[in-house]
């Protein structure tokens, strides 16, 4: 039975290239929604904030990342997306109660 350790290096290195697709997937269709770019706007701010924090993660331990950095290389993204819209939507609501008032 193989013991479980630190990650190797490969491991965050493929992590990163399996974030690379879905990525640019959800870019492609976000950039076809005939908003005037919003929606595409947000996508393209997750995925640079996204390579931002890998690029922390992986010149912190770059030799030993942890299981949680694998994991945030490679599904990172969504939670950062997920977050921007959240953000948005909170955004949108109160500046539609402000201008009410």
Request: include cysteine; glycine fraction near 4%.
């Given at each position: 039975?193989?013991?479980?350790?630190?990650?190797?290096?490969?491991?965050?290195?493929?992590?990163?290239?399996?974030a690379?697709?879905?990525?640019?997937?959800?870019?492609?269709?976000?950039?076809?929604?005939?908003?005037?770019?919003?929606?595409?706007?947000?996508?393209?701010?997750?995925?640079?904030?996204?390579?931002?924090?890998?690029?922390?993660?992986?010149?912190?331990r770059?030799?030993?990342?942890?299981?949680?950095?694998?994991?945030l290389?490679?599904?990172?993204?969504?939670?950062?997306?997920?977050?921007?819209?959240?953000?948005?939507i909170?955004?949108?609501?109160?500046?539609?109660?402000?201008?009410?008032?």
């Amino acid at each position: 039975m193989k013991e479980e350790g630190p990650q190797e290096p490969r491991d965050a290195h493929e992590a990163a290239r399996f974030a690379v697709v879905p990525q640019l997937l959800i870019l492609l269709f976000s950039s076809l929604i005939l908003d005037g770019g919003q929606i595409a706007r947000f996508c393209g701010a997750a995925i640079v904030v996204h390579w931002i924090a890998a690029a922390i993660i992986l010149i912190r331990r770059p030799r030993r990342p942890t299981p949680f950095d694998i994991i945030l290389l490679r599904a990172g993204f969504f939670l950062i997306l997920a977050v921007a819209f959240t953000v948005a939507i909170i955004a949108t609501f109160v500046a539609e109660v402000l201008n009410l008032n």
